[in-house]
């Protein structure tokens, strides 16, 4: 009996856990969104700009929102790094997409490696969020350069995005 109202008590109140990804070519701003997102969202102190150095390995990030925790794994986007994210497809819930909307001669590489993220069949399905970084907030203007998240949409010109769940949104990881 005991056992019973245990696991009924455990199934009300656990938090389903969830992968997100958080992909894109390197210095599109991923790691210091994580740390951003864990200030924002945890009781972590995430580390400021001027002490984020390039990801080789993986950071990994934990938030809990609602009834969910989110765990965020952030990996290197050299382009010797890019064959390194495969391995965790299987495993991850939702991509994050994170593009450096400022950079426009790096757009090429960006929708490339994103074209073979999409392909790959372990994420057949897995929701999408890409974000126009240094972009803004509301109202906070980051770099004035950046295009907006619609040009962005525009120049990816994702063909197979209708099939599943994704959004565009433009971020400032500085600004959270
Ligand atoms: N202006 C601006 N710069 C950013 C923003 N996010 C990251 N950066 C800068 O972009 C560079 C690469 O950031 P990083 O987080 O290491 O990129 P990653 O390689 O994708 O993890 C660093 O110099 C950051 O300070 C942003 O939202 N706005
Ligand atoms: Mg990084």
């Not at 696991?7 to 009300?12: A, D, E, F, V």
């Not at 938030?63 to 290197?76: A, R």
Request: net charge negative.
């Amino acid at each position: 009996m005991f056992s019973l109202f245990y696991g009924l008590w455990k199934y009300m109140f656990s938090k389903t856990e969830f992968h997100v990804l958080i992909l894109g070519i390197d210095k599109a701003g991923k790691t210091t969104l994580l740390e951003k997102l864990k200030s924002q969202f945890s009781s972590i102190e995430g580390l400021p700009p001027d002490r984020i150095v390039p990801t080789v390995g993986l950071n990994i990030g934990r938030i809990e929102v609602s009834n969910s925790k989110l765990v965020f794994w952030d990996l290197g986007g050299q382009p010797g790094l890019r064959t390194i994210w495969e391995k965790y497809y299987e495993e991850a819930h939702a991509v994050v997409y994170v593009i450096d909307a400022a950079c426009t001669s790096r757009f090429e590489d960006s929708k490339s490696a994103l074209e073979k993220v999409l392909r790959h069949e372990d994420l057949q399905g897995a929701p999408l969020l890409i974000l126009a970084n240094k972009q803004r907030c509301f109202n906070w203007q980051d770099l004035p350069d950046a295009v907006s998240s619609e040009e962005l949409a525009r120049y990816l010109d994702l063909k197979k995005l209708d099939e599943r769940v994704y959004m565009f949104e433009a971020v400032s990881g500085y600004d959270g």
